[in-house]
Structure formats: structure tokens, C-alpha cells
């Protein structure tokens, strides 16, 4: 009796096993464990900013230390229940959380939840710009500079990639702002949209906040031109930060694929040098891309506060710089357990699609 | 495997659809922010650094609030653009009936936004609801001579004067104290917050809040049932966008995405748009005072330290006005734009007298460490004295910086003091001040009304806007003479002997004198119009 081994079936220039229908096995698990991994890496996230943000004392005292007469410090401390043990105000801020409630500022008694969704569309807008630009530089330029390895071309793309996260994002953002907008004016100076613009979208039934989406929404082309025009610098300093990182993961990754066997075999069969970067190489080289992402959002929301302070988005970066400067540690606090949040979803997110798209990091 | 590779060619496709969008759209910027879906597009937007601490009339004595609610809520007097003098708004008449009474009847068929009537009931709650809660960062101080509001009918108020023949309360009711508002939408005897003001639409001025995020942008619609002095805007409605950086207020007006930009430009900004083409410089009358204020309760041998002793107090004071050089601070910081100032009244003002010239320094203007070393001596004090001295970076515009850092740099330079400099943001700083958190910090102060009056009595009689425990009967009693002085040339003499005893006692040392400032694209009209002696900035006679 012969045994029929059947061979696997092939992409189109025999390189590749063809698609073949995932099993989904242990995604359903995978997917259960990474959430519920969600929530203790928040509580530990809270718990060491709540007591980082004690070391220094008290949020009065650490506004107020030293300017205040002591008696008057007392009073304030007392009423705002400072002076109670530490482990109760910890366990009480951990209970506010979990009704929605973060305080309220001290500097202007602004409710923290009304501040952190006031200003969070504008954070999360500047956050997706930043990474399309990082997504659309990074991987182009990294696969053009494998492509071209050890060239010139290679070379010039690695010099641009340490340039482009070497460079203080405030001194590009000050940068791109006087090229493009003082001295060329092709570009807005500053904030997020024309006052005319930003009225017509604040104004919609119930707004996300995120204006290129309100505006799409709304069907106001000149609005959405208007604000994409203040995205472009703000977009570019942020984004360029994590495309260099993009650039020279990429090219890493790609080289790596181009000295596979399948790939050799494919030159062999004569498949063009362009063929073998774009279509055989740039899908393996992106997975880790995917999960670096994830890594990313962190750093482009630590990148946002001089971002924003820069071009005066008025997001919760720029919040944030100013409820420092005011030592508003309530508002502080309120604006960085968010950001933990978001970089913890967001990596979420990000695991769920790596996973999807690569089922060998699954469980 | 399908799902993976759709999964990456929609997020290819989004993405090149955003860099489509992206790349679509970078013309030039410029042309800008003015047409805001008005009917006839004359809508006109005004830049600021300047913030909004409330909208609650009883809450805020700040340039940033009073610019707001000039334009929102009536006035029973107000200054007729381009004038300083109080006549009547909403009123048909004001006048004294007895010294000490002074009689408003109102506008007939006056209304609020939401449709409330405006009586004399509501002008009676306003006063008096400023006068009870009294807030620390409240104009409250300025009805300081006020007895009791009558509501005699539905259209004339009486208001009961401690002191008779007050020249300056018809300029107080057309200040901050005098903003009418709602008494079916304000309490009685809290502040209200600016979200739910604006949701009561309590206002009958020239305009009413459209849209307002606070801090950010601020829409205002033009008020058809306006009845009242400034009548119809030149505007089909205005705009005030809000800035934290002066660089970015400046580059926006001058690609034209402003109108007009307002306070606080620096100097060198100034300076560097007055050769811009494309945007036109105003300036006019200044009667901003910049200076420093001493807390007599906690600073150095305050009476309230550990080492108390007014005498040792007064030293610290004279010696710092001894030693500082306002000339140098007025030609290398703000480059000629603002003057020294050697009164508490600033130089122009009817009344006004130059008396720290004489009595500190050389006695031309120029420090004097001499003088400075033999107040320390004759007190007894040990030098250096720490001195913890605050100023605020955002609210004074961005050269207040470099004026303390210049301050800081004197004191020390004599060997007299050591500084402990230090910068608060304003919304907070407006707050501490008035709670004893400064010893010594910095304040600036854009008047409410033309009058030498404006720069004596919120500072120096008891229960002052200041709130730094400072009180001198004869110092109270020379302000109160000058308030109720029929005769001009009678008047001015006590006016001058009021400065010249408030120089003895340096409650506050001034430091430099001002002028108004506005940048308005050269398609702008009338900004002129509202830069006068008022000091109050009126969006309504600016147009396109």
C-alpha cells in the first residue's frame, strides 16, 4: 500500500505555504488571560503612582510646603482628609476609581473625569496622527533601506533613523513650526483647528472630541482639510520619534527574512529582488512591529506633553504641564492613572492582533 | 491566515488614506479664523493670554474675567467707547438726589438672554449678592462705601451712600462691582461655576455666550434685546481664542488666523510687529501698574513671624526700594515699552504725584545702596534677609521672567538680601495670594475706571483687594477725603498727600508703568476705538 504524501500547497511563486484557515486554537484562552491580566497591571500601575505621588508628602504640602504658614497648611491638609493614615486614603482613592471618580483639581475645582474627557480625544487625536506617520515613514523607509542594504541609500535612511529618535520632540516640533509655518506659512502655528472650524465641530450633536472623526461625521470637508493642516507638524514631531525606531526594526527584520532559505529558493527561481522585499519579506518583518507598537503608545503619550505644550494642543499633555506648574497633584494624578489605563488597553489590543496574526505567540 | 492578510491591507488602506488626507492638505494657512458661519461672515476672533479665573462677577477682579463679562452682562453706567467716563448703560438716568443717595432708573422692557426680565430687583441682588459673599478674589472692596440697595420699583434702584458726594461711584457701578446679573439663576450667597452661568444664560450685554470652553475658545452671539449705551456690535459676533505661549498668539495674528491680538505680548514682540506689514500696532493710554506687594503678616518680621518687629518690616521695605533699579528693567526688559513708576498712582493720572523719586534711590530714580544700607542699620537688621518672593509667569505676559530674575539679581547684588524666587500659575496664584501663601510677590493691575481713586482705594483702606493685613487710619482717611472732595484742585491735593503717606509706609513698591497694547490685521477696523482711558476692551466696536 503507498502511502500519498500530499505536498503543501504554495503561493504563487512557490515560496510560501498558501493561506491556510487558522485553527484558532487557544485564541479564546489567550484572548481571556490577557484581559484579565488588564487589571492587575492597572492596580499596580495606580497603586505606585498614588504613592509615588506621596513621597514628597501630601498633595497640599507638596503645593504648598514652605509658602504656607504651618497652622494654615494644617487646616487645609485636614480638610481635604490628608492627615488620615496613608493605607485608608489609598484604599478610599482605589474605591473613588472604581465609582469613575478621580477628585476634583485644586487649582481650578474642575471635576478630574470632566478634564480627562474633555481632553482625551484631543490626546488620543494626536496619538493616532503620530503613530500614522510613524507607521508611513518607519516601514517603507525600513524595507527601501534593506532593500538597499549597506548602499548609500541604507546608509543615509540609518543616519535619518538615529536623527529622528536622537531629536527632542520639542526641538523638532520648534523646528518644523519655524520652517513651515513662520518662515514658508504653509502650515498653522499652533492649536487644532481655526477658531471658525473648531466652533462648527464643537458645536455637532454629541462630538467625539476627536475633530478629523467629527468632522468626516459631519461631512465638513473644509473642517476636516483645516484640521488635518494643524495635525501635519504636530503629527510630524510626535511621529517621527517612533519612526526611526520603526525604520531600523523593519530593515533588521527584513534582512533577517531575505536570508531565509524560502527566500533564497525564490531568488534562485529568478523572482525579482523587489518582489521577494515586498511580498515575502515585509509580512514576517511586521509582526514584531505590531508588538512594539503596543510599547510605543507609551512612548508617544510621554512624547505628547512636549508635543502638546509645543504646538499648544490643548490635550491632556498640555493639561498636565499646566497642573504641574500649578503643583496640582490631584489633577496630576488623575491625568497619569489614565495614560496607565490607555498604554495598558492599548497593549491589550495590541497582543490580541499580534496573536491573530501570528497564532505562534498564543498560549 | 485570510483574516491576517485582510486584516493588514485595510490598515495599509487606512493609512494611505490618512496620508492622502494628510498630504491634501497642507496648504497655506493663513486667510483665517474669522469666518465662523455668521449670516454676513463679519464675525471677528480676539487672541489672549490672559485666562478667566470666572464668569461669576462676584468671584473675579482680573483683566481676564471683567474682558469677558464687558462683553455678556449690562452695566447700569459704562464708558461710551472712546471715553473714560461712567454714563448711563442699561439706565435712562443716574444721578446724586442727596449727597448721599444716588438715584438709577432703568431702560424700560429690559431682558436676559433666557427671557427673564431685567428690573431693579436684579440690579439690588446683583450689588448686594457681590457685597455678601464677599469672595477673596471678588471686588467686593470696591462697593467699600456702599450702605444698602433700595429696589424703589420695578425700574429704579437707590443706593445708600456711607460717605456723601462719592466722585467715583458712578465709575465703581460701570466696574467689576457692576455687573447685573440673573437673580432667578444666580444664588444668593455662593459663586456659581462658568458651566452652569452659561447654561442660565443670564446675560443682557452686548453679546451672549454661544459656546464656551473655558480657557480655550469662547463663541459669543450678538444680543438682539440689547438695549444699552455701546448699542449694536459692528460684528456679527466674536470669538476669544486662548493662548498659554504669547509667541504662538503672535505668529497667529500675524498669518492672519486672529483678528486681533490682545494682552500679553511682550515687548520684543511688540517691537517686531510694529515692522510687520501685514498687521497694525495700536497703543493706547496705559494705565497698567506693575509692582510688588508685601504681606505685613509674613514678611520678613512680619507680624505674624517669629521675629516680628514693624520697624525691622519697614527697613526690608525701604531698603528694597532703595536698592531696585526700574530704569534698568524698563529699558533691558521690556525695551522702552513700559516706564519706570515712582507712585502708586501712575504718572498722567489727575492727582498724580511722583514721590518714591524723592524718597528712595538717589532721589533722581537711580538706586541708592547707601540709602538702602542705612534703613538696615537705623532698624537694626542683620544682613542679608532671606526674602521668598513670588511672581506669576503666565498672567503678566512672558518678560516677568526676566523683570524678577532682574529683581532677584539687585537684591542680592546690594548683599542685602538673599531672594528665594519662586512662580506660581495664575489660577492658583490668584487663589494663594490672598491666603498668606506669598511674603512678598508680584501683581500687576489694569484699572477699572479712569481715576487716581482706582489705585488707592483697592489697595490701601482695610479690607482691601490685596489682603496683605496692611492699615493706616490716616492713610484710610486721606482716600476716604479725596472720594468725597467736590472741589478739583482741593481734590488733588489730597490725592497727593494719599500717595505720598502710602510711599512712607510702602504697603506695595511700584515698579514700572504701561501702555495698552493691541495687534490687529489691516483689515481690521475700530480697534482704536476701544483702547482708551475705560480700560475696557469692547469686542463690539472691532470689525472686518
Redesign the interface.
Given at each position: 500500500m503507498t502511502t500519498l504524501i500530499e505536498a503543501p500547497p504554495t503561493d504563487a511563486d512557490g515560496l510560501l505555504p498558501s493561506?491556510?484557515?487558522?485553527s484558532g486554537g487557544g485564541l479564546g484562552q489567550y484572548i481571556l488571560i490577557r484581559f484579565l491580566l488588564i487589571f492587575p497591571t492597572i492596580l499596580i500601575l495606580v497603586t505606585m503612582v498614588f504613592f509615588l505621588m506621596r513621597i514628597t508628602g501630601d498633595p497640599i504640602t507638596a503645593?504648598?510646603g514652605g509658602?504656607?504658614?504651618p497652622e494654615?497648611l494644617a487646616e487645609r491638609i485636614t480638610a481635604a482628609g490628608y492627615d488620615r493614615p496613608i493605607l485608608v486614603q489609598y484604599f478610599e482613592y482605589l474605591g473613588q476609581l472604581l465609582t469613575g471618580n478621580f477628585g476634583t483639581t485644586?487649582?481650578?475645582?474642575r471635576q478630574v473625569t470632566e478634564m480627562l474627557t474633555?481632553y482625551g480625544s484631543a490626546t488620543l487625536e494626536l496619538t493616532i496622527?503620530a503613530l500614522?506617520?510613524a507607521?508611513?515613514v518607519g516601514i517603507p523607509l525600513g524595507m527601501i533601506a534593506a532593500h538597499r542594504r549597506d548602499k548609500a541609500p541604507d546608509a543615509v535612511l540609518r543616519i535619518f533613523a538615529i536623527l529622528c529618535y536622537a531629536t527632542p520632540v520639542f526641538f523638532s516640533g520648534l523646528l518644523f513650526k519655524l520652517t513651515f509655518?513662520?518662515w514658508l506659512?504653509?502650515?498653522?502655528?499652533?492649536?487644532r483647528a481655526?477658531?471658525?472650524?473648531?466652533?462648527?465641530l464643537?458645536?455637532l450633536q454629541a462630538p467625539t472630541g476627536i475633530y478629523?472623526l467629527d468632522a468626516v461625521r459631519s461631512g465638513n470637508m473644509a473642517a476636516?482639510?483645516?484640521v488635518?493642516?494643524?495635525?501635519?507638524l504636530p503629527?510630524l514631531a510626535l511621529g517621527l520619534l517612533t519612526a526611526g525606531i520603526f525604520l531600523r526594526l523593519v530593515r533588521t527584520n527584513v534582512i533577517g527574512t531575505l536570508g531565509k532559505d524560502y527566500v533564497e529558493a525564490g531568488r534562485s527561481r529568478g523572482v525579482s529582488e523587489f518582489r521577494l522585499v515586498t511580498k515575502h519579506a515585509y509580512?514576517p518583518a511586521?509582526i514584531p512591529i505590531i508588538t512594539v507598537m503596543g510599547l510605543q503608545i507609551a512612548v508617544l503619550l510621554g512624547g505628547a506633553v512636549l508635543t502638546e505644550?509645543t504646538f499648544?494642543w490643548?490635550g491632556l499633555g498640555?493639561q498636565l504641564a499646566?497642573y504641574l506648574?500649578?503643583?496640582?497633584f490631584v489633577a496630576v494624578q488623575g491625568i497619569v492613572v489614565l495614560l496607565a489605563v490607555i498604554v495598558a488597553v492599548t497593549n491589550f489590543i495590541v497582543d490580541i492582533?499580534a496573536a491573530?496574526?501570528d497564532p505562534r505567540v498564543r498560549y | 491566515m485570510a483574516m491576517n492578510k485582510k486584516a493588514l491591507h485595510s490598515a495599509i488602506a487606512l493609512a494611505g488614506v490618512s496620508a492622502f488626507a494628510l498630504t491634501a492638505c497642507t496648504g497655506p494657512s493663513g486667510g483665517g479664523g474669522t469666518s465662523t458661519g455668521g449670516a454676513g461672515g463679519g464675525t471677528i476672533t480676539y487672541g489672549t493670554t490672559d485666562k478667566v479665573v470666572t464668569l461669576d462677577p462676584a468671584g473675579s477682579y482680573d483683566a481676564g474675567s471683567f474682558m469677558v463679562m464687558n462683553q455678556i452682562y449690562p452695566f447700569l453706567l459704562n464708558a461710551k467707547p472712546g471715553t473714560a467716563d461712567a454714563t448711563p448703560d442699561i439706565a435712562e438716568s443716574a444721578e446724586f438726589t442727596s449727597p448721599t443717595e444716588y438715584t438709577v432708573k432703568l431702560k424700560s422692557d429690559l431682558k436676559f438672554a433666557n427671557g427673564h426680565a431685567l428690573t431693579s430687583s436684579d440690579v439690588k441682588f446683583s450689588i448686594d449678592r457681590v457685597v455678601k459673599i464677599a469672595d477673596d478674589n471678588g471686588p467686593a472692596s470696591l462697593l467699600g462705601n456702599l450702605e444698602s440697595v433700595t429696589a424703589k420699583d420695578d425700574s429704579t434702584v437707590v443706593f445708600k451712600l456711607k460717605a456723601g458726594n462719592d466722585q467715583v461711584f458712578p465709575g465703581v457701578l460701570a466696574a467689576n462691582a457692576g455687573p447685573i446679573v440673573d437673580e432667578e439663576v444666580f444664588p444668593a450667597d455662593k459663586l456659581m461655576s462658568d458651566d452652569e452661568i452659561v447654561k442660565g444664560k443670564p446675560f443682557a450685554g452686548p453679546y451672549t455666550i454661544e459656546s464656551y470652553k473655558k480657557n480655550e475658545l469662547v463663541s459669543l452671539k450678538v444680543n438682539p434685546d440689547y438695549k444699552g449705551l455701546l448699542g449694536k456690535p459692528a460684528n456679527d459676533g466674536a470669538s476669544i481664542k486662548y493662548y498659554a505661549d504669547s509667541n504662538n498668539l503672535k505668529l497667529d495674528v500675524q498669518q492672519g488666523n486672529i483678528d486681533v491680538a490682545g494682552r500679553s505680548l511682550t515687548a520684543t514682540d511688540a517691537a517686531d510687529l510694529e515692522k510687520d506689514s501685514k498687521v497694525t500696532v495700536h497703543k493706547g493710554p496705559g494705565g497698567e501698574l506693575r509692582y510688588i506687594v508685601f504681606n505685613f503678616d509674613t514678611m520678613p518680621f512680619g507680624a505674624k513671624t517669629a521675629e516680628a518687629d514693624p520697624a525691622k518690616a519697614l527697613a526690608v521695605r525701604q531698603a528694597m526700594a532703595n536698592v531696585v533699579d526700574r530704569d534698568a528693567i524698563a529699558t533691558q526688559v521690556y525695551k522702552g515699552t513700559y516706564l519706570p513708576a515712582y507712585s502708586v498712582v501712575p504718572d498722567g493720572f489727575v492727582g498724580a504725584i511722583q514721590p518714591l523719586k524723592e524718597m528712595y534711590g538717589d532721589g533722581s530714580g537711580k538706586p541708592s545702596l547707601d540709602k538702602a544700607k542705612k534703613a538696615f542699620s537705623e532698624a537694626g537688621v542683620t544682613a542679608p534677609v532671606n526674602i521668598k518672593l513670588q511672581y506669576n509667569p503666565d498672567h503678566y505676559g512672558k518678560s516677568s521672567g526676566d523683570e524678577y530674575a532682574m529683581i532677584k539679581e539687585q537684591l542680592e547684588k546690594s548683599g542685602l538680601f538673599k531672594v528665594d524666587l519662586q512662580s506660581t500659575e495664575w489660577v492658583t496664584y490668584s487663589k494663594d495670594r490672598t491666603k498668606d501663601v506669598y511674603p512678598v510677590y508680584q501683581l500687576g493691575w489694569f484699572p477699572d475706571y479712569s481715576d487716581a481713586d482706582n489705585y488707592l482705594t483697592p489697595f490701601f483702606v482695610p479690607g482691601n483687594f490685596l489682603k496683605n493685613h496692611y492699615e493706616n487710619p490716616s492713610v484710610t482717611d486721606l482716600i476716604t477725603k479725596q472720594l468725597t472732595t467736590v472741589d478739583k484742585a482741593e481734590r488733588e491735593k489730597v490725592l497727593g498727600e494719599a500717595q505720598t503717606s502710602v510711599a512712607k509706609d510702602l504697603s506695595t513698591l511700584p515698579l514700572l508703568q504701561g501702555a495698552q497694547l493691541m495687534v490687529a490685521g489691516k483689515d481690521v477696523k475700530g480697534v482704536e476705538k476701544t483702547l482708551d482711558a475705560s480700560f475696557k476692551t469692547r469686542l463690539g466696536v472691532i470689525s472686518k
Open positions: 493561506k491556510k484557515k487558522s503645593a504648598l509658602r504656607l504658614p494654615q485644586l487649582s481650578d475645582n474633555t496622527n500614522l506617520v507607521l508611513l509655518s513662520v506659512g504653509w502650515l498653522p502655528v499652533a492649536g481655526k477658531t471658525s472650524s473648531e466652533l462648527q464643537t458645536s478629523w476636516l482639510g483645516d488635518m493642516a494643524h495635525a501635519v503629527a509580512k511586521l505644550t499648544e490643548k498640555f499646566t506648574t500649578a503643583r496640582d492582533v491573530l496574526i | -
